[in-house]
């Protein structure tokens, strides 16, 4: 199983990014994948989590509205569209894959595979 997050890099406030997770080895489209965050000095969060079909998707509130997850199943990747950064949405970004998403979207607990983070610095 590898996830493979890419797209992140060094932002201005107010910027966008657009992160990529290319999923192999599992059949993609059985599961939920989310991303999941981690600032510096602090735990994992979860931040979005989109089901396997795609037709639904979840936000933690604190990017509710700024960021947007969507799949294309046929190409095995999921994204996250990220909007209006702020200096709070720097850490690490994880993309994860779990059975279904989690009742609350900041659970980690739900996902069964790690991939490897991509760094998000915004700056002021």
């Known amino acids: 199983v590898q996830l493979q997050a890419s797209g992140g890099g060094l932002v201005h406030v107010g910027g966008s990014l657009r992160l990529s997770c290319a999923a192999s080895g599992f059949t993609f489209d059985d599961y939920a994948i989310g991303w999941v965050r981690q600032a510096p000095g602090k735990e994992r969060e979860g931040v979005s989590c989109i089901s396997a079909s795609g037709s639904s998707t979840y936000y933690s509130d604190f990017v509710k509205g700024r960021f947007t997850i969507s799949r294309d199943n046929a190409k095995n990747t999921v994204y996250l569209q990220m909007n209006s950064l702020k200096p709070e949405d720097t850490a690490v970004y994880y993309c994860?894959?779990?059975?279904?998403?989690?009742?609350?979207?900041?659970?980690?607990?739900?996902?069964?595979?790690w991939g490897q983070g991509t760094l998000v610095t915004v700056s002021s």
């Open positions: 994860a894959a779990a059975t279904l998403c989690g009742a609350v979207v900041r659970d980690t607990r739900p996902y069964d595979y």
